[in-house]
């Protein structure tokens, strides 16, 4: 059954405790390596067990542009060479943008904008950047065209290179359509640094129609909710 597979970039090199959103930073080349080779893997097998053997050339693949995403990205096409015959950067498959807190410190952020974005969490800019309900529109975007265009309409898989912030947004318009989100409802699991989500359009496409899904998929991670504001970017944009 073809799938749209959400893989989220390898460990970046940052110092720990540090936003990065839309901050450009690498990844880890060895990190890097290592994801790709796991995937395709997985791309391979899961052709054949789908009796496929075409699917990784038929597969479309999209990437954020920033530079631990197109690592990835590029690192895949190396192993799987027949994906660039089907690749697209896309702007809208970034993390988001974090604005004046960019390359701060999260401890170094005014407890009063952490506390402001808690309370908004939906419409708060934070640092003057990207709003949450921003965020969610250019995701669904995305996924519009993915299922029409990529896809073409859920016949076809697609790969996601992108970021644990854009793949929580599409659990939660799987889960919850254009309800805006507070920061007690944002407890969404992410996958690792080179991990991923597998989806099958019957999934997505409910979502796709306004008709969210009525109970969430099994992922295997914690997904306990923040209790103050200076611990939400914890399970917001890691």
């Keep these: 059954m073809p799938r749209l597979w959400l893989l989220r970039h390898a460990r970046p090199l940052v110092d720990p405790g540090v936003c990065y959103g839309r901050l450009d930073v690498a990844a880890d080349a060895a990190d890097t390596l290592r994801a790709a080779e796991k995937f395709s893997a997985t791309l391979t097998a899961q052709a054949a067990k789908d009796f496929s053997s075409t699917l990784p050339s038929t597969a479309v693949l999209r990437y954020s542009p920033l530079q631990r995403c197109e690592q990835l990205a590029h690192t895949l096409i190396g192993l799987q060479p027949d994906l660039a015959q089907n690749t697209c950067i896309d702007a809208r498959l970034q993390e988001m943008d974090f604005g004046t807190w960019e390359g701060l410190a999260w401890d170094a952020i005014a407890r009063a ?18 709003p949450l309900a921003t965020m969610l529109q250019r995701v669904q975007q995305a996924l519009q065209h993915s299922w029409a265009m990529d896809s073409q309409q859920g016949t076809r898989d697609v790969v996601w290179v992108t970021h644990a912030g854009v793949i929580r947004c599409v659990q939660w318009l799987l889960l919850h359509g254009h309800q805006q989100p507070s920061s007690a409802d944002w407890n969404l699991p992410a996958p690792g640094f080179g991990q991923w989500l597998e989806l099958t359009w019957p999934e997505i496409a409910p979502a796709l129609h306004h008709c969210p899904q009525k109970a969430p998929y099994a992922f295997a991670t914690d997904t306990r909710s923040p209790t103050t504001g200076h611990c939400l970017h914890r399970t917001l944009f890691p």
Aim: glycine share 22%; proline share 6%.
């Design 113 to 130: 904008e952490i506390d402001a974005w808690a309370r908004n969490l939906a419409g708060y800019a934070p640092g003057g950047g990207e």
